[in-house]
């Protein structure tokens, strides 16, 4: 049996998304820029594509800039914010422990730059608690920048409540939305969210393609210089065939959000619990709300490095945390910031399901992570 448990990291395209895209590869392939009927046939697929975003997330077509994909948009959003700040004479960043290697390198790189960066602790559970931004909050913050769901727990942050707090004392705020776009409820009518990212293939998009939101009578700093495509704010031809299947596949996520969460939950809940009844065994932010498809589990004794090419060889895809840390011999900072040890960091899994994930197909897991955990444990007992 195969069964592919790391969403997290990337998703299938849908059929009906591949469906969108091909005539933009083959018949309608034109320059959207050109002015004959070709291009300005490319120019209308985004345009429509642009309109329907801007209506599934509750905001104007003019405010949503594609791009790359998401940390194209959090390096350009941070950058914006910073500009911003500068030009006001506010200097100080605040993001927190836990955010994507988008946000903390570009936050790095402003930190070189002279700006002041707070990362905020997130507590047992991994949630960011209001009362540790409104106590770093200063008349000098520029930008809050707190992700709407992480990518390694699933944990779910309460970015209202922490729009609100940063619009009162004069900041702006940013929620990076990429592992949350599609899975859970999301809209940007009447909040306090100036910015967001999105990238197209966690919910069933290609990859490569992005979705930037900046609030109305913000200037985007830009990136790429060159042609005057977005609004001159990202300068490249646009990726028209990326841009109509993530358009689609995004339409596609929301109709079906409800149905899809509700089944990844019930499958999510049922791996959890028969997995806990390993002896060793414990789940990670499994006391507050999370994405419905995520589940992150430690299992003692066992690192990660060992256990996940067996379960790759039994057929299984899951992942050790974030796809663009694979490779780091370091554990995962987001489960560092938990509490966790580094040893307990570095026996942990991200099980990420699927909107067609069954009951056979956990089942399988739950199988063969017994049993492999089991036989690991005695070959380092024995060693």
Not at 82 to 93: D, F, N, P, S
Not at 204 to 227: M, N, Q
Request: proline share 5%.
């Amino acid at each position: 049996m195969f069964v592919y448990a790391d969403n997290a990291a990337t998703t299938r395209v849908l059929p009906k998304v591949l469906e969108a895209m091909l005539p933009y590869f083959t018949e309608q392939y034109g320059n959207p820029s050109s002015t004959y009927p070709l291009g300005q046939e490319a120019s209308r697929a985004l345009i429509g594509s642009r309109e329907t975003i801007a209506g599934l997330l509750g905001c104007r077509p003019g405010e949503i800039t594609f791009t790359s994909g998401g940390s194209e948009a959090d390096n350009q959003i941070l950058r914006t914010a910073a500009t911003w700040g500068k030009k006001q004479g506010r200097t100080h960043l605040i993001s927190s422990a836990i955010e994507h290697h988008a946000i903390l390198h570009t936050l790095e790189a402003l930190q070189a730059e002279g700006f002041t960066v707070t990362l905020l602790p997130v507590n047992r559970e991994g949630q960011v608690e209001p009362a540790a931004l409104e106590q770093a909050l200063t008349p000098e913050t520029a930008l809050v920048s707190i992700m709407a769901a992480n990518n390694e727990t699933g944990a779910i942050q309460p970015i209202a409540r922490l729009a609100a707090m940063a619009h009162a004392r004069g900041a702006l705020f940013h929620t990076d939305a990429v592992q949350a776009l599609g899975h859970i409820p999301l809209t940007l009518k009447d909040t306090d969210i100036d910015f967001l990212s999105g990238s197209a293939h966690k919910f069933h998009g290609p990859k490569g393609v992005g979705i930037l939101f900046a609030r109305r009578g913000i200037e985007l700093e830009s990136l790429i210089f060159g042609g005057e495509q977005e609004r001159g704010k990202r300068a490249g031809t646009e990726n028209v065939p990326g841009i109509v299947g993530m358009a689609a596949a995004l339409e596609e996520a929301i109709r079906n959000l409800e149905a899809n969460a509700s089944r990844m939950a019930a499958a999510r809940d049922a791996l959890e619990q028969q997995l806990l009844t390993l002896p060793g065994t414990r789940v990670h932010s499994g006391q507050v709300p999370r994405l419905p498809g995520h589940l992150n589990m430690a299992f003692d004794g066992v690192p990660a490095e060992a256990l996940l090419p067996v379960l790759g060889m039994a057929g299984i895809c899951v992942s050790a945390g974030s796809a663009c840390a694979s490779g780091s011999p370091e554990p995962s900072h987001v489960l560092l910031a938990l509490g966790c040890t580094p040893e307990e960091a570095r026996c942990s899994l991200r099980f990420s399901l699927g909107d067609d994930i069954t009951l056979e197909q956990v089942h399988f897991i739950v199988e063969t992570v017994t049993r492999e955990v089991a036989r690991l444990r005695k070959l380092h007992q024995q060693a």
